[in-house]
T-cell receptor, first 111, second 115 residues
Framework: GQNIDQPTEMTATEGAIVQINCTYQ??????LFWYQQHAGEAPTFLSY????GLEEKGRFSSFLSRSKGYSYLLLKELQMKDSASYLC????????????FGRGTQLTVWP | DAGVTQSPTHLIKTRGQQVTLRCSPK?????VSWYQQALGQGPQFIFQ???????QRGNFPDRFSGHQFPNYSSELNVNALLLGDSALYLC??????????????FGPGTRLTVL
């Protein structure tokens, strides 16, 4: 099976920077996704990494190291609306569909 | 352009009953996946439909079944409901079973409560 591990909870203050880590162990790795999920809502896509390195998209960046089975999501200039659960998910093989999710990291941003 | 839609939004059932949840994929998408998300957990893959056939299946019992229609919409059926089936059921659509798309779009989900 897959072993995807991320912290359960994190807190930070407005304007700060926070890094959410995700480690995974899987065969046939073919990409890692980050999703944001506000309470009671659907997950929304944030980023996708398949090659090593950093992908930057506005205030959000995602990093992948395949050799270490490690990824992180970096959120800059935190805003109150960033309070949400952040889900790390791994894709295996060539077909899109079956994503393996971690339990999610609940981020709380304080004023 | 409508995104992924699901119905109903909320549903309350009792143990032993059967339930049908519905999903319409994002316009242009042909592949639908279903996930179960228990409170405080990440989504767990149930199964995926493409060309009206079940293509992949997660570790869920046969009580969970599905269907995809020619217009790509999909249903999830759960028989003999158990208390443990209470969860948020998410539908996700994508634009290519054979890996041409790298993003799944999720619907708002159906909150199922089994009493």
């Amino acid at each position: 099976g897959q072993n995807i591990d991320q912290p359960t909870e994190m807190t930070a203050t407005e304007g700060a920077i926070v890094q959410i880590n995700c480690t995974y162990q899987t065969s046939g790795f073919n990409g890692l996704f980050w999703y944001q999920q506000h309470a009671g809502e659907a997950p929304t896509f944030l980023s996708y990494n398949v090659l090593d390195g950093l992908e930057e998209k506005g205030r959000f960046s995602s990093f992948l190291s395949r050799s270490k089975g490690y990824s992180y999501l970096l959120l800059k200039e935190l805003q109150m609306k960033d309070s949400a659960s952040y889900l790390c998910a791994v894709k295996r093989g060539s077909t899109l569909g079956r994503l393996y999710f971690g339990r999610g990291t609940q981020l709380t941003v304080w004023p | 352009d409508a995104g992924v839609t699901q119905s109903p939004t909320h549903l309350i059932k009792t143990r032993g009953q059967q339930v049908t949840l519905r999903c319409s994929p994002k316009s242009g998408h042909d592949t639908v996946s279903w996930y179960q998300q228990a409170l405080g957990q990440g989504p767990q893959f149930i199964f995926q439909y493409y060309e009206e056939e079940e293509r992949q299946r997660g570790n869920f019992p046969d009580r969970f079944s599905g269907h995809q229609f020619p217009n790509y919409s999909s249903e999830l059926n759960v028989n003999a409901l158990l208390l443990g089936d209470s969860a948020l059921y998410l539908c996700a659509s994508s634009g290519g079973y054979r890996g041409t798309g790298n993003e799944q779009f999720f619907g708002p989900g159906t909150r199922l409560t089994v009493l």
